[in-house]
């Protein structure tokens, strides 16, 4: 149905408490793009929040297909929503006894063209990452306020982005992205311990590194490794893979460098590959 007819109890828990889960997909020419991993992450952050999702995979494939098929365009943007569904005022997630189920595609329009060509602007946000023992970075919840405040941040300084760091002060990721750094030819990035959502994109960019005999590393970071890097890139499915170009005033080596540029390329050609009609 068109998003003006769209709509969800002013009583929903996904609304009134966050208690919900999402997935952001991609698809490109008709095929939503590594569809089961987004399939698979979003039952595990259900099952990590206790929340029973009411269609098996396979269903909701189905139900992105017919999605991706009713929209007009080739190309776009899904957001598959399982939030715990309406039910009285008050947290207790045992009130609501139907989830709720709501995928929407969109057109995507999220970073601009001069970002990705020259690269962007990012800092170092004062906002922490929450430690993994008040709510879990694998879970891709929805709660987004503790990204949001780092995103506030980012446009007060004029950047492009914000990167968290956890309670430790090790890198974690950005506000809505992965992170990586090249220093001699050896990628990094933070672990999932560290604060890092398991990015789908980022995955893939550790696929393809893998293939192309690129080593790479998870491990903590820190500010100085962003500052010093050869250079630094983010990752995601909105963002796909962007250059950074400096982080707090520091320029990187290279902006785009020789290990992104091999990268975005393989990335380009691994979507064409994936989407070729069946
Ligand atoms: C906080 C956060 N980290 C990382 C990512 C990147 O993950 P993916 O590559 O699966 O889109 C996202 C994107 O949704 C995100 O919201």
């Given at each position: 149905m068109p998003g003006s007819e769209a709509h969800i109890s002013v009583f929903d828990h996904g609304l009134l408490y966050g208690d919900g889960v999402f997935e952001g997909i991609r698809f490109y020419r008709g095929r939503a793009f590594r569809l089961q991993a987004h399939l698979q992450r979003l039952m595990d952050s259900a099952a990590a929040i206790r929340l029973t999702v009411p269609y098996t995979?396979?269903?909701l494939t189905q139900a992105v297909a017919d999605l991706i098929e009713a929209f007009a365009e080739p190309d776009g943007y899904l957001r598959l929503i399982v939030t715990r569904g309406a039910g009285p005022l008050?947290?207790?997630p045992d009130s609501c006894t139907q989830p709720t189920v709501?995928?929407?595609a969109?057109?995507?329009?999220?970073?601009?063209?001069k970002q990705r060509q020259q690269g962007a602007?990012?800092?170092?946000a004062s906002t922490r990452r929450l430690p993994a023992d008040g709510l879990d970075g694998r879970i891709k919840s929805?709660?987004?306020?503790?990204?949001i405040l780092a995103r506030i941040e980012a446009n007060q300084a004029g950047a492009d982005e914000a990167i968290l760091l956890n309670q430790n002060g090790y890198v974690a990721e950005g506000s809505a992205d992965n992170i990586f750094v090249v220093r001699d030819g050896h990628l990094l990035t933070p672990r999932p311990v560290d604060g890092a959502l398991q990015g789908i994109t980022r995955g893939v960019v550790m696929e393809l590194a893998a293939e192309r005999e690129i080593a790479v590393?998870?491990?903590a970071l820190t500010a100085y490794d962003l500052y010093t890097a050869d250079e630094c890139f983010?990752?995601?499915t909105g963002a796909e893979l962007i250059p950074v170009r400096d982080v707090d005033g520091r320029p990187l080596k290279h902006c785009p460098g020789p290990v992104f540029s091999r990268l975005s390329r393989a990335f380009s050609e691994l979507i064409a590959m994936e989407s070729q009609p069946r």
């Open positions: 995979q396979d269903e008050g947290l207790d709501i995928i929407i969109d057109r995507l329009s999220m970073i601009d063209a602007h990012v800092i170092i929805l709660n987004y306020l503790n990204n590393t998870a491990c983010l990752t995601g």
